[in-house]
């Protein structure tokens, strides 16, 4: 703080007071911290321009301060007649009184000049060629920032620069913010350590403490001049960072570690900085001699972590002791909002991989259907929701496809989604027709709780019939895009929400031809404040047919880049809500790739298995199976027919792979075990493990289907 400067007492902005005139001494001193050089005589004539802060907005003379308000520089108004108060962005808080003659007299110029800050240069005209302001006319200084030489600098600049550290979520938001807010106003370079890794909340860390280099900010020291006028100062990430180390580990008992456990900041001049700087950045960084740098400690509300350091230039004036309060106070408000932002990105990774484990990694490849799927978290409410979508396959190479929305956006939500997928899984598993499958999922809803309603859409796709089986539960309808091109809103009963209660679900059988779309989505894709339901559906079957008439009428869309075509449909104010999207191309399996054969469970029906199967073999030209087929077949038919009491189904699939698929009445699943070498039987599914691509069992409401894959060759 400057040594002349003393308690200013609270004057009234309405009249002038004694004894704070020009010719006043007294008054002189509360004006200005130093005396001011002889002004010469201004003739006559038009009012000269007005000194200007840095970015071309005039500087208000100033006057006695009340408590409310704090000016610099001296007062040129006869009589001592208070000025107009300029406010923080350069307003005027009061006119002149309406006896005073001269409010527009030019005002003698003070030495020291207003410290720009935070935010100035921003919102302002920008400088006319000439030094003029573009608009009161004023010269641009040629000078940098100059230091505050009173404390409503240091309070206004202290206020502006923790509001913009304030406004960042992020880690890395808030640091800029830091950066962004002292660099030039404060300091003229910055660097800013944060410890690595960052402990989150409580967490105790392990190992030593280590600081790395996390951002630095400084002023260009080369600036271009253009007619003579000094540009803004523009911040840029460079310099000091080349030069000074990256990762520093912080040594017990050290120089450093003494620093920042004393959390105040220090200048760099000071005993203890001076064998911690070199220590913190190295020995090539060589820091200007005198308080010109101070080194701050950033404690968050357990422990340090990290410390920043602000640097002035020689031909800066240096740091007053006043400035270590305001670094004490970026320091803190600083750290404090990294150890929040810090919490806040724990919070989020934990939301993202909660809703990420929630949904399908990846989709299976069911025989002659292809799937594609979209995930979009709402925009501004939680990263988590309520939506999902999963596709499981089913005996008989059929697959299920599932959509739904349990209301709500939070944890809770996501953790009822999980629990409702599940449980749908489960119920496929088992074969379930469509509306048991919604029936027993409203059942777990209400186990759930009371207030647990979902929308579910539940759909059975048979690529061997084309033909689909829907049953819906209060969930938008389905969009079926056929191969010409014209898209259809697939009329399904609506259905109660899941987690009503008491209500009977209906399902829909329906025709899948070769080459369809099935669109099946939640409401956040097609429902907004901008739009109802309805309006939205017809914008997404308008969306699909005109996407259909790029690619031709013989050629359906890719299904990637339908689902792409399909959230480009979404605008502004259009994300209000979660969305789930599940496409899926219907390729079918053509009848005459499918042999379908009923065994009588006798001692015979191995053998007529095996004359079955060489027999369709031979009319697919896959006579280098024949073999391995005719051994698998038997093994399994053989099993089979041991227990069955109705007739055993044979059926062969030929797709990408051959598909043998064996089905019974008996609902225990065998199992792969070892044989003893005294054993006669138990060799039978040991021999389709080894020779199989793939095999499996599955349970059935009717029995069981044992199948197995084999490569085409």
Known sequence: MDSTRVTEHPTSHERPQPGAGPADPRGALLRTPEPLPSAPATPPGPALPAQTRAGGVPAAPSVPLSCAHAQHGA???????????????????????????????????????????????????????????????????????????RDGDRLRFVGAATRRIARGIDLDEIVMGLCRATVPTFSDAILVYLRDPLPVGDERPTGPLVLRLRRTDRIPQERDLEDGILPVPVVESSGFADRSNELCEVRPGGALAEVLRGVRPVFADAPAARAALPELLGDDLTIPPGQRAILAPLRGRRRVIGAALFLRRPERPAFEADDLLVAAQLATHSALGIDKAVLYGREAYIADELQRTMLPETLPNPTGVRLASRYLPAAETARVGGDWYDAIPLPGSRVALVVGDVMGHSMTSAAIMGQLRTTAQTLAGLDLPPQEVLHHLDEQAQRLGTDRMATCLYAVYDPVAH???????????????????????????????????????????????????????????????????????????????????????????????????????????????????????????????????????????????????????????????????????????????????????????????????????????????????????????????????????????????????????
């Not at 030094?131 to 200084?141: A, I, L, N, V, W």
């Not at 938008?476 to 697939?490: D, I, S, Y």
């Open 75 to 149: 007062s040129g108004n006869q009589g001592g007649a208070p000025s107009p108060l300029p406010a923080a962005d350069g307003t005027e808080h009061s006119q002149p009184a309406a006896d005073e003659p001269d409010a527009h007299r030019p005002r003698p110029v003070p030495e020291g000049g207003i410290p720009v800050q935070p935010g100035a240069g921003q919102d302002r005209a920008p400088a006319l060629p000439g030094g003029k302001d573009r608009r009161k006319g004023g010269q641009t200084p040629l000078h940098g920032p100059m230091p505050m030489r």
């Open 467 to 713: 033909r689909i089986t829907i049953a819906n539960a209060g969930h938008p309808p389905p969009v079926l895009l056929h191969l010409g091109g014209r898209a259809e809103v697939l009329r399904v009963p609506a259905g109660a929400p899941i987690g009503v209660g008491g209500v009977d679900f209906e399902a829909v059988e329906l025709d899948a031809p070769a080459g369809a779309t099935l669109l099946l989505y939640t409401d956040g894709l097609v429902e907004s404040r901008l739009r109802d339901v309805w309006t939205g559906i017809e914008q997404l079957r308008e969306k699909l047919a005109a996407t259909a008439r790029l690619t031709g009428a013989d050629h359906p869309p890719p299904l990637e880049a339908l689902c792409d075509e399909v959230l480009d449909m979404l605008g502004p104010g259009d994300r209000d809500d979660d969305i789930a999207l599940l496409a899926a191309r219907f390729d079918g399996i053509a009848p005459s790739d499918v042999a379908y054969w009923y065994l009588e469970p006798e001692d015979a029906a191995p053998g007529r298995a095996r004359r079955l199967a060489r027999r369709a073999l031979a009319r697919w030209g896959m006579e280098e199976l024949t073999d391995s087929v005719e051994l698998l077949v038997s093994e399994v038919v053989t099993n089979a027919v041991r227990y069955a009491s109705r007739p055993v189904t044979l059926r062969l699939l030929r797709t990408d792979v051959l598909r043998c698929e064996v089905g019974d009445d008996v609902p225990q699943l065998p199992r792969l075990r070892q044989a003893r070498a005294t054993d006669e039987g138990g060799r039978g599914l040991y021999l389709v493990n080894r020779l199989a691509r793939r095999w499996g069992a599955t349970r059935l409401s009717t029995g069981k289907v044992v199948w197995f894959e084999l490569n085409r060759g």
